[in-house]
């Protein structure tokens, strides 16, 4: 299943955050959760999808990742509480 995505993973609301792109979210996700692909994801646990958004091709989505990667920590969590206001797990919405 190829749709690029743009993602926010998490350990705990405003704890530690992981901006990543790829082009199989739930694939990638699940991978995460099991510790799997991620050193980063996996020494500080972060399980939990907080936010993320589809693009129309993989370029977009790299690029909207570089744009939350390179924004602030307060833009980040912004983002996350304009649709996840309680930080709650959204993997299985995807």
Same mark, same amino acid.
């Given at each position: 299943m !190829?749709? =690029?995505a %743009?993602y *926010?993973? @998490?350990?705990m609301?405003n &704890?530690t955050l +992981? %901006?990543g792109? @790829?082009?199989n979210? =739930?694939k990638?996700i /699940?991978?995460h959760?099991r &510790?799997? &692909?991620?050193? !980063?994801?996996?020494? +500080?646990?972060?399980?939990t999808?907080v936010?993320?958004? +589809? $693009? /129309? @091709?993989m370029e977009?989505a *790299?690029m909207?990742e570089k744009?939350?990667? &390179?924004g602030s920590?307060?833009?980040?969590? $912004?983002?996350i509480?304009s *649709?996840? =206001? @309680?930080?709650?797990d959204?993997?299985?919405?995807i």
């Amino acid at each position: 299943m !190829f749709r =690029p995505a %743009v993602y *926010i993973m @998490t350990n705990m609301r405003n &704890g530690t955050l +992981y %901006v990543g792109v @790829t082009s199989n979210l =739930p694939k990638r996700i /699940d991978e995460h959760k099991r &510790g799997v &692909g991620s050193g !980063f994801t996996s020494k +500080y646990h972060l399980h939990t999808l907080v936010y993320a958004e +589809y $693009a /129309d @091709t993989m370029e977009v989505a *790299i690029m909207r990742e570089k744009q939350l990667k &390179g924004g602030s920590r307060k833009q980040k969590i $912004a983002l996350i509480e304009s *649709i996840n =206001p @309680t930080w709650e797990d959204i993997s299985s919405l995807i």
